[in-house]
């Protein structure tokens, strides 16, 4: 998309937004601008690559990698270089990676187990040492670091897998979670999710939201104050003829929250889905993925919600936006959300 502002000399030099695209067929990788501009093809699969996270530093990029359905493996990026390292090879879906914010391990969600179940697993950044972090029978995934790395928020189906399988079998609940292995399909929530947070070795498990509806793919904000996620508390419902179960849905937005769990706040108040948020260095910024125009594009908004605007166009799938590390705006790129000052008009 054209836009008023740019940025100045050197600043795209640590600015950007890494993002998943099928652009160019299947889902590869890209990073653009923040405000759009300069978009950057960074892989060529013919299979797809999909949610992308940083290193702390930004130079890498991991990412996973779909060689056949439910078999992902977690792969690194160098951005410099454009070498690609495979990390993983077990059977079933590894996915959804975090890095540490010391950069020494990385978080991800794994159905390695002869159940198929998926569960956290940390290992270290080569690789090596992967271990399960939950052992449950329900779904634990979308695994994110707090700031300082002694802590670890996700999104779990625990507290209502109990009654769930009193009432429905499990070649439903397996298909239901199946689904949800699909970026385009994670939204779709048949058991209800909430949100939890455990010590980075596994221990002290607590449940932080308690609500009837999903809560999902959360994220501490760089100073670890508030908790961003998804959630459809306050979504419009919507038929889901495509759903395993037959079941209804409703339109999920993004939502903040303080860092203990307490005064939930919507900040999209959209009658479509919006989703994949991610905070940008200062804190000052969430990008986020919209379907308000219909297919999938990513946009930015203030931390509070007050403003927000498209920085990706056109027909194609725009998902998962994670912002770079140490990236920030120029004084110029600062008024991308500053209508009286020329930059993209706001959608809410």
């Known amino acids: 998309m054209e836009s008023s502002t740019d940025f100045s000399q050197g600043d795209e030099e640590r600015s950007g937004i890494a993002f998943a695209s099928t652009r160019s067929g299947n889902f590869d990788l890209y990073l653009m601008d923040a405000n759009g501009d300069n978009v950057q093809q960074l892989t060529y699969s013919e299979v797809d690559e999909r949610s992308p996270t940083w290193s702390p530093d930004g130079t890498l990029l991991a990412y996973g990698k779909r060689h056949e ?23 079933g879906f590894d996915g959804f990676p975090r890095w540490s914010p010391n950069g020494e391990q990385i978080a991800f969600e794994s159905r390695r187990d002869r159940n198929g179940n998926a569960n956290v697993y940390v290992m270290d950044a080569d690789g090596r040492r992967p271990r399960a972090l939950t052992t ?17 928020l996700f999104e779990s189906g625990r507290e209502v897998f109990i009654h769930a399988t009193q009432e429905v079998d499990a070649a439903e609940i397996a298909a239901v979670e199946a689904a949800q292995l699909d970026p385009l399909n994670r939204k779709d929530p048949s058991f209800n999710h909430q949100i939890f947070i455990m010590n980075a070795d596994g221990t002290d498990l607590r449940r932080l939201t308690f609500h009837a509806d999903n809560d999902q793919s959360p994220s501490f904000s760089p100073d670890g104050s508030q908790i961003v996620f998804v959630s459809d508390r306050d979504g419009d419902n919507l038929s889901v003829s495509s759903n395993p179960v037959g079941i209804h849905r409703k339109t999920s937005d993004i939502f903040v929250m303080n860092a203990d769990g307490s005064e939930p706040r919507n900040l999209t108040h959209s009658s479509h889905d919006e989703y994949s948020p991610s905070w940008s ?8 993925v919209s379907e ?21 166009m056109g027909p194609k799938v725009d998902l998962t936006p994670q912002w770079r590390p140490g990236s920030f ?4 790129e600062r008024c991308l959300l500053c209508p009286q000052r020329g930059g993209p008009q706001f959608g809410h």
């Open 69 to 91: 359905r439910f078999n992902d493996d977690i792969f690194v990026l160098s951005i410099a270089s454009g070498v690609e390292t495979n990390l993983t090879d077990a059977l």
């Open 292 to 312: 308000q125009n219909g297919n999938p594009r990513i946009y930015v908004m203030t931390a509070d919600g007050s403003r927000s605007a498209a920085v990706t």
């Open 329 to 332: 705006f120029s004084q110029r």
């Open 136 to 152: 449950h029978l329900a779904y634990d995934g979308q695994p994110s670091w707090s700031p300082d790395g002694s802590q670890i």
């Open 281 to 288: 260095s200062d804190g000052s910024r969430i990008a986020y």
